[in-house]
Nanobody
């Protein structure tokens, strides 16, 4: 079982920043590429960003490109999503998961879908 705990969400004003963390539990993070997803009420689930196993490749949805940065620290078994210039449309519950590929963030395939977990809520107000 691939267990992740997301944290770092909160309520911020338009233009603000947050850093989300994704801690892997019970297995070494460096075995997997990691994807970040988000789910907003009334909207389809969206792949936001992905980072390869090595950390050498990253990919982003067009909606966040230039504002979000994904990273990983395998020594801490943790992946991160740094978010800047936040907009109200970024409001969602954010999830992370081990994924099979990151070449197309819209089509990232989690080994175990994380949607049943709590994720971390990000709320951006104008």
């Amino acid at each position: 079982q691939l267990n992740f705990v997301e944290s770092g969400g909160g309520s911020v004003q338009y233009g603000g920043s947050l850093r989300l963390s994704c801690v892997a539990s019970g297995f070494p993070l460096d075995r997997y590429a990691i994807g970040w997803f988000r789910q907003a009420p009334g909207k389809e689930r969206e792949g936001v960003s992905g980072i390869s196993r090595s950390g050498g490749s990253e990919n982003y949805a067009d909606s966040v490109k230039g504002r979000f940065t994904v990273s990983r620290d395998d020594a801490k078994n943790t992946a991160y999503l740094q978010m800047h210039s936040l907009k109200p449309e970024d409001t969602a519950v954010y999830y992370c998961a081990a994924v099979r590929w990151i070449s197309d963030v819209a089509d990232m395939d989690p080994f175990e879908p994380p949607w049943g977990g709590q994720g971390t809520q990000v709320t951006v107000f104008s």
